[in-house]
């Protein structure tokens, strides 16, 4: 089957894959773009998962003051280089990281730092579970997981905090 660079393009504009990649998930699926995509969203997972371990002590805290300036909050994001820490993706995802923090109010990281007895909704007080307040079809843990798959990098937020004019801390 003869797989055109158009639709090589179109994928890759679509998965944000590489060139290579989207050509043999095209070629797996017969041209069809939407199993091509499913492909490459299960190598990206496989990446992901082979990645988890790897020691991620770079990166960056990005700040984010909301118009306005009543709501802010501070995060620290770390990947494994500085040279992944210094590109625009990864500035970028920490970026709308510390929005996330200031729009959802998050409790904890992960679902491993609620304790047993909470009474809160994980997928609300996790910051990795909430929906993305870009795209509410994935939560924010997908978010990161095709940043990892892009730069080739562990990435892991580390700590956060949240600030409201006139809140004080609990």
């Known amino acids: 089957m003869k797989i055109t660079t158009d639709r090589v393009r179109e994928l890759r504009d679509q998965s944000g894959a590489g060139i290579m990649n989207c050509r043999k998930a095209l070629l797996e699926s017969e041209g069809n ?4 995509l499913q492909i490459l ?7 992901v998962k082979k990645k988890a371990n790897r ?6 805290v990005e700040a ?25 993706e ?3 995802l920490a970026h709308h990281m510390a929005m996330q923090v200031a729009a959802m109010n998050p409790c904890f990281i992960s679902k491993e ?3 047993n007895d909470s009474d809160l909704e994980p997928d609300k007080a996790c910051l990795l579970l909430q929906p993305d307040i870009r795209d509410s079809s ?11 798959a892009r730069v080739g990098e ?8 949240r600030f409201e004019l006139g809140e004080l801390e609990k």
């Not at 020691?55 to 960056?60: E, F, R, S, V």
């Not at 300036?69 to 625009?88: H, K, L, P, Q």
């Not at 997908?142 to 990892?148: G, M």
């Open 33 to 36: 773009l939407e199993k091509a």
């Open 41 to 47: 969203k299960e190598q990206s997972l496989l990446r």
């Open 55 to 60: 020691i991620a002590n770079q990166g960056l």
């Open 64 to 88: 984010y003051i909301h118009a306005g300036g009543r709501i802010g909050a501070m995060i620290e994001v770390n990947c494994e280089t500085d040279f992944v820490s210094r590109t625009a």
């Open 90 to 92: 990864f500035r970028e």
């Open 113 to 115: 730092e609620l304790p």
């Open 138 to 148: 994935k939560c924010i843990q997908d978010t990161i997981a095709e940043t990892i």
């Open 154 to 161: 562990n990435i892991k937020v580390s700590r956060f905090a």
